[in-house]
């Protein structure tokens, strides 16, 4: 018997969505189906692939009010961050046919004798996409645009918390004109996604998600040296405040960095390092701007929400396990959580905790969860930066331009910024870390790097006569 996967409204619980699992058969099917598609998909010239894409945006940006209610009913996140989530996905195109005009484009180079060197890219084949559900059509769209630009195929998990958002966001596709079978959604949980992972008929995992199943990922595929394995495995990231002419900037980035999508952005700020000099300063303000953040339903008309709740039930679970966790090692509360009921299901005040001088584990907690670690050094501070195994994304907040040139030096993330809250990127850009947080294929701007791989050729259309022999050879 199938299982059946459903989908709620965070918020209210509302049952939004029921469908069923994937089958094994019906996985072997997808991989056959998306395989034969790949192979005439692929001959269609690259502007025809272009139009695709084109369509793909004029469509997002029609249904762009419709597409945002559906993120904001099935992740939960306020309904103007949503609008954010589909202007993303509409100029997401622009930047993926730039990237690919600007990095694949044909070189030919000319030698003697009238041979020419050329250099073209060719697509993988069929990759398989595995999505998270914090941004369940932006993410995805990460790795499966510029797949299609470059003529793969590709078979999309979505997280089995957003199966509504992959549903709609398969359709749109499906209305831009994109081939049977180029673009498939299979529907389940880890298992599902471990069944498409060690199929030997892909060609590549483009995966967002957990250090865990990004490990998980790279080991099944760790001998197979025929697949492209991309991992964005989320981050521990730090943010440091060193100086400020104005508190309530500082104060703002911090908050964004934090408490944005209710801490479920993978390049959040998990601990903020706080110069001592500031601490009777900054703390007190930032405490009680972090108790005035207005929470509530994605649609409240009366006071708009600057966070909504987390996803579900498990994730509010982990974030209380992880605060008692964390005071029972030796933290100090410096704005303990609340369940919001009178809300609705899974609303939760965010948690502060210092963790100065405590042990505590080198993990992403998701939900509204911050550290704070008082440092009495600049050089504490980058100590403190590093001292994780992930390597997303980082920041400081400071005056100076010679210390934030410092800190980029000394800091290891793949996302470094000044003056600016972690959780913004640029579509002109990468995205991706080092460490724990990736494997060197950063997406974003860089993500057609690994959607195909480079043809080298040298080519003669004269075949009238030998311009040389070779030594040792008579004929």
């Known amino acids: 018997m199938k299982k059946i996967i459903y989908s709620f409204n965070p918020s209210t619980n509302e049952l939004l969505w029921m469908g069923k699992q994937s089958t094994h058969i019906e996985i072997l099917n997808a991989v056959e189906k998306g395989k034969n598609a790949q192979k005439f998909y692929c001959l269609l010239s690259l502007e025809e692939r272009k139009k695709i894409l084109l369509n793909f945006s004029e469509i997002v940006k029609r249904d762009a009010e419709k597409l945002a209610r559906i993120i904001s009913l099935e992740n939960g996140k306020p309904f103007w961050e949503a609008k954010t989530e589909v202007a993303a996905l509409s100029s997401k195109v622009n ?5 690919f005009e600007e990095k ?33 059509m932006s993410m995805p769209n990460s790795h499966i ?14 997280s089995e918390k957003t199966p509504m958002c992959a549903e709609v966001y398969f359709e749109i ?14 529907y389940g949980d880890d298992k599902v996604g471990k069944k498409l992972v060690r199929n030997d008929n892909i060609n590549g995992v483009l995966f967002i998600g957990s250090r865990r199943a990004g490990l998980d990922i790279n080991t099944a595929l760790a001998k197979k040296t025929d697949k492209i394995c991309v991992l964005e495995m989320g981050g521990n990231s730090p943010l440091m405040i060193w100086d400020y002419e104005n508190v309530r900037y500082a104060i ?37 701007a972090v108790s005035n953040i207005v929470i509530g339903d994605a649609f409240s008309e009366d006071l708009i929400p600057f966070m909504g709740p987390v996803i579900d039930e498990n994730i509010l679970i982990n ?3 992880k605060f008692n966790e964390y005071k029972n090692l030796g933290a100090k509360i410096l704005l303990e959580p609340h369940k919001l009921s009178n809300l609705g299901t899974n609303f939760v005040t965010p948690a502060i905790l210092d963790t100065t001088n405590i042990n505590v584990p080198d993990e992403e907690v998701f939900g ?19 001292k994780t195994s992930y390597g997303l994304a980082a920041g400081i907040v400071c005056k100076d331009r010679n210390i934030y040139e410092q800190f980029f030096s000394l800091v290891q993330a793949g996302i470094i910024n000044w003056n600016q809250p972690l959780t913004g990127s640029s579509g002109t850009a990468p995205f991706g870390g080092i460490k724990l947080s990736g494997n060197h294929h950063p997406a ?17 259309p004269d075949t009238s006569e030998i311009k040389r022999i070779s030594n040792g050879l008579k004929f």
Request: net charge positive; hydrophobic share 40%.
């Open 95 to 99: 930047a993926v046919i730039s990237s």
């Open 104 to 136: 694949m484009h044909i070189v030919e180079k000319e030698l003697t004798n009238g041979r020419r060197s050329i250099t073209r890219y060719k697509a993988h084949g069929l990759l398989v996409v595995i999505g998270p559900y914090n941004f369940p």
């Open 145 to 158: 645009m510029p797949a299609i630009l470059a003529g793969n195929s590709v078979i999309f998990k979505p």
């Open 173 to 186: 596709w499906k209305e831009a004109g994109l081939p049977d079978s180029v673009l498939q959604i299979v």
């Open 252 to 288: 703002n980035i911090a908050i964004q960095s934090a408490f944005l999508s209710a801490g479920q952005r993978c390049s959040c700020a998990r601990r903020l390092i706080v110069n001592s000099k500031l601490k009777d300063s900054f703390i007190p303000l930032f405490i009680k």
């Open 319 to 321: 974030f209380y396990q």
């Open 368 to 386: 509204p969860f911050l550290q704070v670690i008082f440092v009495d050094s600049f050089e504490d501070g980058v100590e403190e930066c590093n």
């Open 444 to 460: 974003g701007y860089f993500s057609c790097n690994y959607c195909s791989y480079s043809v080298a050729s040298i080519e003669s």
